[in-house]
């Protein structure tokens, strides 16, 4: 009778010893999964301590040998092809073997932010039946990163990769697909789309903790967030667990829709922004493109709150390799969530295009104030993107100018050669220049190709 506690105990342990024998990936892999192409992309994943592992890759042909670590855990770098597909890849340990069907390479984007960036066809956006209707592309693969928090940092995320079907894409985030379905027609690759994004997240969730460390004044700026009842506000915890995870698997390029949720604190938006761009580049080893979204004109809480982020997401273009879609033209001021995402995906796939892919010729930006020249009591405001300047409007009303004392006063405004001159009879010594500043300022100047002009107020 003594012995039978130790016999069950031994039976135990052989029973985890089988259990970890097996070889595992991490969630990212699996089948109808996409691999960036032209490039050292990482297979990973775990067995036995020092067990042999072998990989077998279609593309190629190939089997690769390698070993497990004392922590159970193997790696290698393979390299891919141009583009194509389907392939297989096998992993074969000692007691068993994984399969993976159906995997294609291509182009790989990861997709982040709050409710903008989550919104599927199902929340609403405009033309939606018709969208579902015809969204049949088999080389677009979708994976949703199931949601999740964590106090320290994940080595897998939940999800799984799925062809896009009238039924995948449904429920997908709608900016994503749109920018896929414009990537997929100009490129003709296979486009994988990862979207690890929450609704009402903060910036500072989705930010590692040592720039909190590192950075006192962001950790102080973090407390302004208010909690709600949709997402954690606990700095870094939806990064931990949803973006860590994914740091080995290769992309493309990052894509980023959020800010409503930093109002309480947007004066410290481009600081916390750019700062969480370069973490994530750090971790991946490389400066990837980050292009993002400036949020949609809307009555925030405060007159200023919503415009306030809206500036410090164009200074956040100071960062190289980033581009910003303005949305103040497509937007309407009673909606936090625009129903037209088709246009958000296109002018994010347009600039991908443009400044990652080299592949198209066309403006795809709006005007982006540039600096001012003061002139006695007028100023001239020049802009960048500015070709073909015009206004929707007959008159130009949403300039201002301010004296030394910062006190802003409507100005007269004239557009002269791709560039607009202001002034007030209530300024004669002006200093500064706003334009649009205020929660729910639409657009109203473009430039020859459609594009609005942003927000923003000199210094």
């Keep these: 009778m003594k012995l039978r506690p130790l016999f069950f105990v031994l039976i135990g342990i052989a029973g985890l010893q089988t259990v970890f024998a097996h070889i595992e990936l991490p969630n990212i892999f699996s089948n109808h999964m996409v691999l960036q ?32 670590g004392v922590d159970a855990k193997w790696s290698f770098t393979v390299r891919t092809l141009e583009a194509g597909g389907p392939f297989q890849i096998r992993f074969s ?8 069907e159906d995997v294609l390479i291509g182009e790989v984007w990861l997709c982040s932010g709050q409710s903008n960036m989550e ?3 199902n929340s609403g956006i405009d033309n939606a039946d018709s969208e579902i209707a015809m969204a049949n592309y088999p080389n677009i693969r979708l994976f949703t990163v199931a949601k999740r928090t964590s106090k320290s940092e994940q080595e897998d995320v939940s999800g799984t990769w ?42 500072e969730v989705w930010t590692p903790s040592h720039v909190f460390k590192d950075e006192p004044d962001l950790a102080k700026s973090a407390e302004k967030i208010r909690p709600n009842k949709w997402v954690s506000v606990e700095p870094s915890s939806l990064y931990n667990a949803m973006i860590a995870p994914l740091h080995p698997y290769k992309i493309a390029g990052a894509l980023w829709y959020q800010g409503e949720s930093n109002t309480a604190n947007g004066e410290r938006y481009q600081k916390l922004f750019t700062t969480m761009i370069t973490s994530w580049r750090a971790v991946w ?8 979204v400036q949020i949609a004109p809307y009555q925030y809480g405060g007159p200023e709150e919503g415009v306030v982020v809206r500036n410090q997401q164009r200074k956040s273009l100071e960062l190289p390799d980033t581009g910003m879609v303005v949305t103040s033209d497509i937007a309407t001021v009673d909606d936090i969530h625009p129903q037209n995402k088709q246009d958000v995906g296109l002018r ?3 600039i991908a295009l443009k400044e990652h892919y080299k592949v198209v010729d066309m403006e795809v930006y709006g005007p982006l104030f540039r600096e001012i020249k003061i002139e006695g009591s007028k100023v001239a405001v020049y802009f960048d993107h500015a070709n073909g300047l015009k206004s929707k409007t007959k008159k130009i009303t949403q300039f201002e100018v301010a004296a030394a004392d910062g006190v802003f006063y409507p100005a007269k405004a004239k557009i002269k050669d791709d560039m607009v001159v202001v002034s007030s009879k209530k300024v004669k010594e002006p200093t500064q220049v706003r334009f649009a500043w205020g929660n729910t300022k639409l657009a109203s100047l473009f430039n020859s190709a459609g594009l609005p002009a942003s927000s923003f107020v000199s210094e």
């Design 348 to 350: 994010l796939a347009n």
């Design 119 to 121: 919104w599927s066809a």
């Design 37 to 68: 192409r032209n490039a050292e992309v990482l297979l990973w994943g775990w067995g036995a301590p020092n067990e042999t592992v072998k990989v077998y890759t279609g593309w190629d042909r190939q089997t690769y040998e390698l070993k497990t």
């Design 162 to 203: 799925e062809a896009c079907t009238p039924e995948t894409m449904a429920d997908f985030s709608a900016v994503a697909y749109f920018f896929s379905r414009r990537l997929r027609g100009e490129l003709n690759v296979p486009i994988g789309m990862v979207d690890a994004s929450w609704g009402a997240s903060s910036a």
């Design 93 to 100: 340990g000692a007691s068993n073997e994984v399969v993976l």
């Design 285 to 292: 080893g490389y400066n990837f493109p980050f292009y993002y």
